[in-house]
């Protein structure tokens, strides 16, 4: 009897989609999947599915089948603080003309970062709006960096060493309650690798040193 599976993914347009599928294997529902244009993230055995009735434990195959990942959900959003204009700021004092120092003003404004269950979102632009994401799976490391005015402050940066060809090397620049985004991020990163079966990679070495 076919075993009803069904299958997370993203869409053409990467929203999350949910799809329903019998099928003999959970690789084959996968492939069913793909064949309908979804980018498949986890396959997991619908509770309900009347094959359970004859294998009250069924075993879930596939690259993907062996662990099971839910729909993406947004854990962690924020903007960078004002405070990274603060020498901009200053600047508007001596020789910086005042447009300029406007225009920083909106381009901090206009940046929003969102961490979901499955990817790092970085949105940008005052006028036109530009998307990045890393998927959390390409994230091998993070390191949290706060001066004494960022502690006093309560804002902090995260640096993330990833296999992202785009951002090898992210700085998430003076935000708040950065310890706990750092966390939040570390708990997807490794949810996430455990989901899709994804070795750690290595430690990368950045710029400013290696990461602890």
């Known amino acids: 009897m076919p075993t009803r599976y069904i299958v997370h993914g993203t869409d053409a347009s990467s929203k999350p989609v949910q799809k329903i599928f019998e099928a003999d294997t959970a690789a084959q529902a996968e492939q ?9 993230i986890g396959v997991e055995v619908d509770p309900s599915s009347p094959s359970l009735e004859a294998s009250p434990s069924p075993v879930i195959d596939g690259p993907r089948g062996s662990r099971t990942l839910g729909p993406e959900t ?3 959003s924020g903007t960078p603080s004002q405070w990274v204009n603060f ?9 910086i003309p005042i447009p300029y120092v406007i225009w920083k003003f909106l381009d901090v404004r206009n940046q929003r970062l969102t961490l979901t269950t499955q ?3 970085i949105e940008e632009g005052v006028f036109t709006k530009r998307v990045d994401e890393i998927e959390l799976y390409r994230i091998k ?23 992202d060809e785009t951002n090898p090397v992210l700085h998430i620049k003076s935000i708040r309650n950065a310890r706990e985004m750092r966390e ?5 990163v490794e949810k996430l690798r455990l989901a899709r079966g994804v070795r750690e990679l290595d ?10």
């Open 87 to 95: 020498w901009w700021f200053v600047s508007c004092l001596l020789i």
């Open 74 to 76: 947004t854990v962690w």
């Open 32 to 40: 069913m999947a793909g064949r309908l244009g979804v980018r498949v």
């Open 184 to 188: 939040q991020l570390r708990q997807c």
């Open 141 to 163: 490391d993070t390191q949290l960096k706060q001066s004494l005015i960022d502690r006093v402050l309560g804002l902090g940066t995260v640096e993330i060493a990833s296999s």
């Open 119 to 121: 990817r790092l979102r």
């Open 203 to 212: 430690f990368a070495t950045m710029q400013t040193g290696e990461l602890h």
